[in-house]
């Protein structure tokens, strides 16, 4: 589908906006740990909503040799280090497009990243797969769609994500997209594309 359609951009959060390696601070253990994600295990079922950050704390401890708390507040503490694209976040800071976050995230997310950065003050609607239950970016998008009064065709969205299989997957359902892969690569973009559409 052609962007010219587009009327709302959709964001991706990890390594769209930021470098979402901001949890993965402590070494190779908790490496070890957030690669399950990927593959059904904890991580999964944290970013599901299957269980809190307090369940999921309390399931690491049989891999990493912290209390419960401590990796609790481990982690709130790395919130307070993301590194955010500085355009491309500048750019979701000021965009003037109707615009959303559709992401795959844990009750974390919305509970501490959200307040402590005002992403919800930069965008109409923050749609989380802790929330929904789901980690079908496609499902995502269309709830932001309807949450922002946009249902009527997937055209309307815009996904700028990192991971090409998202992208083509929302392309393929009449949605348009961008993969994101670098902050001056998507410099570009912006100045090349969504601002002349917006002209």
């Not at 307070?80 to 997310?109: M, S």
Request: negative net charge; charged residues 25%; glycine residues 6%.
């Amino acid at each position: 589908m052609s962007v010219s359609s587009a009327k709302c951009l959709l964001w991706d959060f990890g390594d769209t906006l930021c470098d979402e390696r901001f949890i993965w601070s402590s070494g190779p253990e908790w490496m070890a740990v957030y690669e399950t994600f990927d593959d059904g295990g904890i991580g999964s079922q944290w970013s599901l909503g299957e269980l809190s950050t307090a369940e999921f704390s309390s399931a690491l401890t049989a891999h990493i040799p912290l209390s419960a708390a401590e990796i609790d507040a481990h982690m709130r503490a790395c919130c307070n280090n993301i590194r955010f694209y500085q355009k491309t976040f500048e750019y979701f800071l000021n965009n003037p497009w109707p615009q959303a976050i559709v992401t795959v995230n844990p009750d974390l997310f919305s509970q501490v990243i959200v307040p402590l950065w005002k992403l919800d003050e930069a965008c109409d609607v923050i749609v989380t797969s802790w929330e929904e239950g789901t980690e079908d970016k496609n499902i995502l998008c269309r709830l932001a769609l309807e949450r922002m009064d946009m249902d009527e065709d997937n055209a309307a969205g815009l996904l700028i994500d990192n991971k090409a299989t998202n992208v083509d997957r929302w392309i393929s359902v009449g949605g348009a997209g961008y993969v994101y892969t670098d902050d001056a690569s998507f410099d570009r973009y912006q100045e090349n594309t969504l601002q002349a559409l917006r002209r």
